[in-house]
Each structure stands twice: as structure tokens, then as C-alpha cells.
């Protein structure tokens, strides 16, 4: 099971930015996503990219959210610009697509309020 470790959330303002990491060991070689999940509502993927770096965004965060991967770090990272109170929720990294079997990490808080 690969080990997945996220970090970077916090507490910013509407307007404000954050930069998620996501630690992944043994995933250098997948195309791998952004998650997030707002309290009662499912876990939807906001982005992902490839192992060339291809990229691709839902609708709601394209151009205010960047995802980029440091193969040699097995790292992966979230830039997150333009921050509005709809993207609070608790962020995950993972394998995109995601089996239903994958294990989870505890993810990383991110709360947009004034």
C-alpha cells in the first residue's frame, strides 16, 4: 500500500492562496490526483496530471488552481490562487483514476473564511 501524506492546509482569507503537498513514495510512474471533500458532500478530484505533466481541472477551480509533481521528490503539489469560501473542504491526494479499494491519507484541512 503506498503511503500517501498531505500537507499545506490551513486557514486563509476569500481572495487568499495555499500550496498543498502531497508526499507519494512509488507513484512516479502514475497519473495522480487532487481530491477534496466539503462536509456532506462526496469526494470529487479537482485536478490531475500525468507523469509528462499533462493537466487537466474541473470547471471550478481552472485557472485559480495549479497541480505540478517533482518525480525525483515523488511530490506533488497543489497551488491554489483566488481562494473562495466553496473551496473549503479537506483535501487528499491519490491515484487518478482512484479504485474503490485504494487506501486514503488523512488529507489536509482547507478553510477559506473571513
Known amino acids: 500500500q503506498v503511503q500517501l501524506v498531505e500537507s499545506g492546509g490551513g486557514l486563509v482569507q476569500p481572495g487568499g492562496s495555499l500550496t498543498l503537498s502531497c508526499v507519494a513514495p512509488?507513484?512516479?510512474?502514475?497519473?495522480m490526483g487532487w481530491y477534496r471533500q466539503a462536509p456532506g458532500n462526496q469526494r470529487e478530484l479537482v485536478a490531475a496530471?500525468?507523469?509528462?505533466?499533462?493537466?487537466d481541472y474541473v470547471d471550478s477551480v481552472k485557472g485559480r488552481f495549479t497541480i505540478s509533481r517533482d518525480n525525483a521528490r515523488a511530490t506533488m503539489y497543489l497551488k491554489m490562487n483566488g481562494l473562495k469560501p466553496e473551496d473549503t473542504a479537506v483535501y487528499y491526494c491519490?491515484?487518478?483514476?482512484?479504485?474503490?479499494?485504494?487506501?486514503w491519507g488523512r488529507g489536509t484541512q482547507v478553510t477559506v473564511s473571513s
Open positions: 491519490n491515484f487518478c483514476p482512484v479504485s474503490h479499494t485504494a487506501s
Open positions: 496530471i500525468t507523469v509528462d505533466g499533462r493537466t
Open positions: 512509488g507513484t512516479t510512474d502514475a497519473i
